[in-house]
């Protein structure tokens, strides 16, 4: 079975990584090639053995909830429809692969789906890993008709992304995952309790609420914690691109804001920045709490990262889905954008050790239950048995 996946990022991030678990934990008759940006993704695959076609970026489309295009964001097409011509030319070029699947990793790579469609395979799978837009207008029901005319299956990987595909055809829950063989949980004998925090330097990643949660934690209620952040920071970047999407808000380098926050709260012994950390034993162990924070109104892969060593979550997240976090029980749920919420959440856990602990046990027993990467690879691998017999794959 020869299955083109095509990744949109280089980062190792969320989406990267879950597809990473999902390609290690296939079964071996899966051949998997994939089209992924040049970056450190990408030097881990071909590291691994794994048969990777480099390619400048892939242009996309984003409907999701948080990133869908208003007012001045509309610009960032600029720079997809710069990358278009590098991915057209690149599903051309691999005519001669003839694919039995395709398998794209996004719901935003709205250009590699047709293009692969139109070239490569009518057997397409496309995972959605963020909520969707859910406005009923024309961009939303383009999208919509195409997903549904050219997708043999979506995957939303959980029911809180599912629940925003609003009359999208086929839609086949199967969450994210992380590899059993890989977690080595260890007693933890620390003298100070350790919040963490797993976030590349990006404002919806909730890293600013974070500092001043931190803040009020030392400072006014004069709780004994460290703080830890797992993370990359954003360079500057000396490109035209960069320099314009810096200009016009697109992105921003917190790097600097973060490093002023921590001096002027005199937070410098209290908070480390660890940066970016490849195994999830070096963070997990090392923490006895962990926050999530962000804009999203969702739980990202790290809560049930976390989960998978008995570390309960506080996310910002309203009315979850108990495949996500149930809040009292696996963790506690906050509103967005609130560090008082979030400080005095974190008070609680800290006082609290007995209701810690069992939150962090019920917390394993969700990840056991819905985020077993071999299980999970096992529906994917599946369903693709199905799409290749041609047969109607039913919900």
């Known amino acids: ?26 079964p071996p008759d899966v051949i998997p090639h994939i089209i992924c940006p040049n970056g450190k993704y990408s030097d881990l695959l071909i590291e691994k053995g794994i048969k990777v076609f480099n390619i400048l970026g892939i242009p996309q ?55 692969v469609r139109l070239f490569l395979s009518k057997n397409i799978v496309v995972h959605c890993r963020a909520m969707y837009s859910e406005k009923d207008n024309f961009r939303t029901k383009i999208l919509r008709n195409i997903l549904n005319k050219f997708v043999k299956v979506i995957i939303p990987i959980d029911k809180s992304v599912s629940n925003t595909l609003i009359n999208i055809n086929n839609k086949h829950i199967i969450h994210n995952g992380l590899s059993l063989k890989n977690i080595n ?32 934690c030392i400072n006014e209620k004069k709780l004994e914690i460290k703080f830890n952040i797992y993370g990359a920071s954003y360079q500057n970047s000396k490109s035209l691109k960069d320099k314009l999407f810096q200009l016009l808000g697109f992105r921003e380098n917190l790097n600097q804001i973060v490093k002023e926050k921590i001096y002027s709260n005199k937070l410098k012994h209290n908070i480390t920045l660890k940066g970016f950390v490849y195994t999830t034993d070096e963070i997990y162990n090392n923490i006895d709490l962990h926050v999530f924070p962000s ?39 906050i509103k967005e954008k609130d560090p008082i919420g979030l400080a005095n959440a974190i008070e609680k856990l800290y006082k609290d050790r007995k209701l810690l602990e069992k939150m962090g046990e019920e917390s394993y027993k969700l ?29």
Not at 312 to 319: D, F, G, L, R
């Open 1 to 26: 079975m020869k299955v083109l996946y095509i990744q949109h990022t280089s980062v190792l991030g969320g989406s990267s990584k879950s597809l990473f678990e999902l390609i290690q934990n296939l």
């Open 61 to 115: 489309f984003d409907n999701t909830r948080y990133g869908y295009y208003r007012k001045f964001r509309w610009l960032i097409l600029l720079r997809e429809f710069f990358y278009l011509p590098f991915l057209f030319f690149k599903i051309l070029s691999l005519r001669k692969e003839k694919y039995d699947l395709i398998h794209i990793n996004d719901i935003t790579q709205i250009y590699s789906l047709i293009f």
């Open 185 to 216: 949980i260890e007693n933890k004998n620390r003298d100070t309790f350790t919040v963490g925090i797993v976030a590349n330097f990006q404002r919806y990643k909730g890293i600013i609420e974070f500092l001043d949660a931190a803040n009020i």
């Open 295 to 333: 804009h999203l109104n969702a739980a990202g892969r790290p809560v049930f990262e976390a989960a998978f060593y008995k570390i309960p979550s506080i996310v910002a997240i309203e009315n979850p889905f108990d495949d996500a976090i149930i809040d009292g029980q696996t963790g506690v749920c």
């Open 367 to 395: 990840a056991h239950k819905y985020y077993n990467s071999k299980n999970n690879a096992s529906k994917i691998y599946d369903l693709y048995k199905l799409i290749l017999k041609d047969k109607n794959v039913q919900k």
